[in-house]
Nanobody, 127 residues
Framework: QVQLVESGGGLVQAGGSLRLSCAAS????????MGWFRQAPGKDREFVGT????????YYAESVKGRFTISRDNARNTVYLQMSNLKPEDTAVYYC????????????????????WGQGTQVTVSS
């Protein structure tokens, strides 16, 4: 069983930056593709970005491309989401997710493809 714990959320002004972390335990982190999703009040959970097991490939939602960057440190069992130029519409609870990957370069952008989820961390961007 894999446990995921997000941290780094908070309140930031528009144009600011935050870095979210997601620490994994209980599994072989280097074999998992990782994803970040978010859910704003009254809205469905939406895809933010994903990274392959070896960190070689990433893929982002159009709404965050060029502003958000996903990275991972397999030695620390941690995946990061660096968020820059934040906008009020980025306000949401951010979740990390993990799934075993058949290929070290494969990534996944559908929530239903993921097996494990963290509890989420709140990001609030004020205008």
């Amino acid at each position: 069983q894999v446990q995921l714990v997000e941290s780094g959320g908070g309140l930031v002004q528009a144009g600011g930056s935050l870095r979210l972390s997601c620490a994994a335990s209980g599994g072989t982190f280097s074999t998992y593709a990782m994803g970040w999703f978010r859910q704003a009040p009254g809205k469905d959970r939406e895809f933010v970005g994903t990274i392959g097991a070896n960190g070689g490939r990433t893929y982002y939602a159009e709404s965050v491309k060029g502003r958000f960057t996903i990275s991972r440190d397999n030695a620390r069992n941690t995946v990061y989401l660096q968020m820059s130029n934040l906008k009020p519409e980025d306000t949401a609870v951010y979740y990390c997710a993990a799934r075993s990957s058949v290929s070290r370069n494969a990534y996944y952008y559908i929530a239903g493809d993921y097996t494990y989820w963290g509890q989420g961390t709140q990001v609030t961007v004020s205008s």
